[in-house]
């Protein structure tokens, strides 16, 4: 077979598959050795991963950037050692039912907008070289240094109570590299009781949505990707460039500057995507080109 074209598809990940998995399924579905994620779910988590496929792969760099959205649930009484229901607690459950409506809200409140977050300790950043769930699971303690994120929403929708336990449904919206998890986790704590995170489902990654994402049975029953023209249309301003400027940048030839923020898809007059394109000092600098050399 001589497999699908250069695109993005939009799965719907099922619990229980690590975002590898996904991607080596869609490697055989696809009929492509050249298959990509942008931006990993835990095993236990579903919903939104954006692959890229063949010269798709390479979009990827510019879509892990992209802000997230996600519905979860956060149960209160009880950390664990990975910040999920995965890990082992750490220490007696807290009775939870106390928590007081106001204390929560203003955890919350504290816990929105421009934050410094340390990382989850089981997570892929790495430490000297190894990643740092590696370390956690061989038995070391790992101390990440906080980095700044931003969680633009953070709603509770439903609280109920279980054997002693608060159990928080919410909904998050929050910038690359936010770990839900440590957000349950420091929810937790600045309410005394500790916390952990029991569901993910990411509903949004960029301008990729559940509405669009295809279960790995659909995709089996119609292998296809969105064209990279119609991505790069999505995502980027647009370029109208003519023949002459779509021949230099194939041969990663500059432009003039075009005074957008970004990367730009810049369109030969036949509607292919020649390639992205950013402002540098010396002009529009071809950042990926997609269009052969002719």
Not at 75 to 95: S, W
Not at 249 to 256: E, V
């Amino acid at each position: 077979m001589s497999g699908v074209g250069d695109g993005i598809l939009v799965v719907d990940k099922p619990a229980g598959w690590t975002s590898h998995d996904v991607v080596g399924r869609c490697r055989r579905l696809l009929s492509t050795r050249r298959v990509g994620h942008a931006g990993t779910l835990d095993p236990a988590a579903t919903g939104v991963l954006v692959l890229g496929a063949n010269r798709g792969t390479k979009f990827l760099t510019h879509l892990v950037a992209h802000d997230k959205a996600y519905t979860a649930t956060i149960r209160l009484g009880v950390a664990t050692v990975t910040d999920d229901a995965e890990g082992e607690p750490l220490g007696d459950a807290v009775d939870a039912t106390d928590v007081a409506d106001d204390a929560l809200a203003a955890a919350v409140e504290a816990l929105t907008g421009p934050i410094q977050q340390v990382p989850s300790s089981v997570s892929a950043i790495k430490v000297d070289g190894r990643r740092s769930y590696a370390r956690v699971r061989g038995g070391q303690d790992v101390d990440l240094a906080p980095r700044p994120v931003t969680v633009s929403r953070f709603e509770v929708l439903d609280r109920r109570f279980d054997q002693g336990f608060l159990d928080l449904d919410v909904v998050v919206e929050v910038s690359s590299g936010t770990y839900v998890r440590a957000l349950a986790r420091d929810l937790g704590r600045a309410l005394g009781v500790g916390g952990h995170l029991t569901a993910l489902r990411r509903t949004r990654s960029g301008p990729f949505t559940l509405a669009e994402a295809r279960t790995l049975e659909q995709v089996e029953a119609q292998p296809r990707v969105e064209p990279l023209a119609a991505v790069a249309r999505r995502l980027f301003p647009v370029r109208e460039v003519d023949e002459r400027e779509a021949g230099s940048l194939a041969h990663g030839g500059f432009l003039p500057a075009s005074g957008q923020e970004g990367p730009v898809g810049a369109f030969a007059p036949d509607g292919t995507l020649v390639a992205l394109v950013g402002d540098t000092p010396r002009g529009a600098k071809p950042l990926l080109v997609l269009a052969a050399a002719g």
